[in-house]
């Protein structure tokens, strides 16, 4: 075993629902994206402790076309496989999830590189999420997911079942069998099948995915079942140890190395303040062996999540740091950058148009869940700062554009440039509160027409202060320091799944399609 460390979390900021892969000596870790475009992102490792964000998955709308998906809806758990010489990635595109029902169609792509292209997608099935496909030793394929049942009275997560995919026809086939309904925890989802020593192991999440969240592991001899639950349940869960570090832990995944040792990566949320996890669920490793009688256990003892843990008898192979500023000099968006529930099109994104600048053309409001013209990465440390400068010359109140700090569509705060009758161009703060609109300053300020304007913000725990300058001016402070922590999946009484973004955005509500240019952004951490 190798006396290197690794740090948890290994995947910071909003990295949720961990599926992690092996093919020969490189690991892949997929996560959720929900509403965020592209869909899935996968990160690369050689050694399990140093990751580099990789590629996504899902980058043509005919994969994924999240127009009018649900905040929080889209890409739910994906699974990501390897078998002989293939890639194989299931994933969900949920389309409605507030009520007695879910709406839920199952997907797989293919392909033979994991930078792609991938394959174009095939419907599985809709009778549940968290979907994911195991290669048998013999060649045959399954397909598990969670059980959905609106009944009234009903155990809504009624269980996982089974159902074979025959790769030839490229379509589930035979009967669905249920094979487990979970324990006293309940909320059974986030199923995963593996083979060891002619034992099928089954590993669920339980608990919901917030603070009670856990890693549950059962075992049967047939692939059918019936499954026996492990002795030492649950394998993981933060539940009822609030003074840990890693809270949330549930929704796990196994790898086997190839140095034969055996690592699970599962999602985790750090508080920022009291139970606020702002950075949103993040991805953890723990080391994990199989004991005498065939049980998996972690490494360390217990079923706590630890913070760091004894890395693979593997060589370490780190990645450099990226850039922490992009001066947008090239002709396509950098892997670090996302946008809301559509491709990045020439419609309204370009980086040829001007060389050297983003530019942005404005289209629907931060209320709108099918055309927001906003790109955006995500906050990975708990303080941290961005900046960017922008041009842009607003003839009406209906048009804007500047740096904001988003959630989702009913919370985010918005440093933005717009036009005021008496006014001109000038400056001030909008900020979502649970869906509830305000104007943060008594009065925005005036800005010179035709200069270029920075604008940046400082992220300190549950504080953003927002700074602008005109030209060659000196940072001045706007606003007070504002309380984020309700830019979490902790804040509103329905519950969310995605992490703060920052990033730069235009509104043109006017349908005139006034456009703003970026000259960079950057964003730096001072304190993971």
Request: with cysteine; proline share 6%.
């Given at each position: 075993m190798s006396t290197t460390l690794i740090h948890n979390p290994i995947l910071r900021g909003f990295?949720?629902?961990?599926?992690?892969?092996?093919?020969?000596?490189?690991?892949?870790?997929?996560?959720?994206?929900?509403e965020w475009f592209p869909g899935v992102r996968i990160h690369h490792s050689r050694d399990l402790v140093?990751?580099?964000?990789?590629?996504?998955?899902?980058?043509?709308?005919?994969?994924?076309?999240?127009?009018?998906?649900?905040?929080?809806?889209?890409?739910?758990?994906?699974?990501?496989?390897?078998?002989?010489?293939?890639?194989?990635?299931?994933?969900?595109?949920?389309?409605?999830?507030?009520?007695?029902?879910?709406?839920?169609?199952?997907?797989?792509?293919?392909?033979?590189?994991?930078e792609g292209p991938w394959s174009e997608p095939v419907y599985l099935n809709s009778s549940g999420f968290d979907p994911s496909l195991f290669h048998d030793d013999d060649g045959r394929k399954w397909l598990v997911n969670m059980l959905w049942d609106h009944r009234t009275g009903n155990n809504s997560f009624a269980g996982i079942v089974l159902q074979e995919y025959s790769a030839t026809e490229q379509r589930l086939t035979g009967p669905v069998i249920p094979i487990y309904k979970g324990t006293?925890?309940?909320?059974?989802?986030?199923?995963?099948?593996?083979?060891?020593?002619?034992?099928?192991?089954?590993?669920?999440?339980?608990?919901?995915?917030?603070?009670?969240?856990?890693?549950?592991?059962?075992?049967?001899?047939?692939?059918?079942?019936?499954?026996?639950?492990?002795?030492?349940?649950?394998?993981?869960?933060?539940?009822?140890?609030?003074?840990?570090?890693?809270?949330?832990?549930?929704?796990a995944s196994l790898v086997h190395t190839h140095t034969d040792e055996w690592y699970m990566v599962h999602l985790c949320g750090r508080p920022v303040k009291d139970h606020y996890c702002n950075l949103g669920r993040e991805t953890a490793i723990q080391r994990c062996v199989f004991t005498e009688d065939g049980w998996l256990a972690l490494a360390g003892g217990g079923n706590a999540p630890a913070l760091t843990v004894p890395g693979p008898d593997i060589p370490e192979h780190p990645f450099s740091a990226p850039a922490p500023r992009d001066d947008f000099d090239v002709p396509q968006l950098d892997v670090r950058w996302s946008t809301l529930r559509v491709p990045a099109e020439e419609a309204w994104l370009s980086l040829q148009e001007r060389p050297g600048y983003l530019r942005l053309r404005g289209r629907e409001s931060m209320s709108s869940m099918h055309r927001q013209s906003l790109v955006a990465l995500r906050q990975q440390a708990f303080s941290c700062s961005a900046e960017t400068a922008i041009e842009f010359e607003p003839q009406h109140f209906q048009q804007m554009a500047g740096l904001i700090v988003y959630y989702d569509t009913k919370d985010y705060l918005y440093l933005r440039i717009t036009h005021d009758e008496t006014l001109g161009k000038c400056v001030g703060i909008i900020r979502s509160r649970d869906g509830v609109y305000e104007d943060n300053l008594t009065a925005d300020v005036p800005l010179p027409p035709g200069a270029s304007v920075a604008l940046k913000v400082v992220i300190d725990r549950e504080f953003a202060q927002?700074?602008?300058?005109?030209?060659?001016?000196?940072?001045?402070?706007?606003?007070?320091?504002?309380?984020?922590?309700?830019?979490?999946?902790?804040?509103?009484?329905?519950?969310?799944?995605?992490?703060?973004?920052?990033?730069?955005?235009v509104q043109d509500l006017s349908g005139t399609l006034r456009a703003a240019d970026f000259d960079y952004f950057e964003y730096r951490e001072f304190e993971v």
């Open positions: 990295h949720p629902d961990p599926s992690i892969c092996r093919a020969g000596e490189d690991y892949y870790i997929a996560t959720s994206t929900f140093n990751w580099r964000p990789l590629t996504y998955a899902l980058t043509r709308k005919s994969q994924l076309n999240m127009e009018g998906d649900p905040d929080s809806g889209g890409v739910w758990a994906p699974c990501l496989t390897y078998d002989d010489g293939l890639f194989y990635l299931i994933y969900t595109d949920v389309k409605s999830r507030q009520g007695a029902f879910k709406d839920t169609p199952n997907y797989l792509v293919t392909a033979g590189n994991i006293e925890l309940k909320l059974t989802e986030g199923p995963h099948l593996y083979r060891k020593d002619g034992w099928y192991y089954l590993i669920t999440a339980e608990g919901g995915t917030q603070y009670n969240h856990a890693v549950t592991v059962a075992r049967s001899k047939q692939i059918e079942g019936p499954y026996e639950t492990a002795p030492n349940h649950p394998l993981l869960t933060s539940a009822g140890n609030r003074e840990l570090e890693l809270q949330k832990a549930g929704h927002f700074y602008y300058r005109a030209g060659e001016s000196d940072w001045e402070k706007i606003g007070g320091a504002l309380e984020i922590y309700h830019l979490s999946d902790d804040f509103p009484a329905y519950i969310r799944f995605t992490g703060t973004f920052i990033g730069m955005c």
